[in-house]
């Protein structure tokens, strides 16, 4: 069992910051990649930010020079720092972690969405 755990998001100006966070707690081993994705009314989920196994980094065109995605190995945690916000930005993040498994697939667990609102 695993469980990931969001925070930080809210309502900010355009132009403002804000930094999400993802706990995971469980069974956690052989990570492939951890991530962020979003999803906004009327849109597909889309791909945010990933960090992969070694720390290579992948980033949507929209959101690349403006977002960073970091993880910290010994919390088991990942973060999402969101600079020059822009209200297309407005959706709710989910977390994403993809595990390895011995049996030949990835297992992905995902949290519960936060809201980020980029409204004056």
């Known amino acids: 069992q695993v469980q990931l755990v969001e925070s930080g998001g809210g309502l900010v100006q355009p132009g403002g910051s804000l930094r999400l966070s993802c706990a995971a707690s469980g069974s956690i081993f052989s990570i492939n990649a951890m991530g962020w994705y979003r999803q906004a009314p009327g849109r597909q989920r889309e791909l945010v930010a990933r960090?992969?196994?070694?720390?290579?980094?992948n980033y949507a065109d929209s959101v690349k020079g403006r977002f960073t995605i970091s993880r910290d190995n010994a919390k088991n945690t990942v973060a999402l720092q969101m600079n020059s916000l822009k209200p297309e930005d407005t959706a709710v993040y989910y977390c994403?972690?993809?595990?390895?498994?011995?049996?030949?697939?990835?297992?992905?667990?995902w949290g519960q969405g936060t809201q980020v609102t980029v409204s004056s």
């Open positions: 994403n972690l993809v595990l390895g498994s011995a049996y030949g697939t990835d297992d992905n667990y």
């Open positions: 960090i992969r196994r070694g720390g290579g980094t």
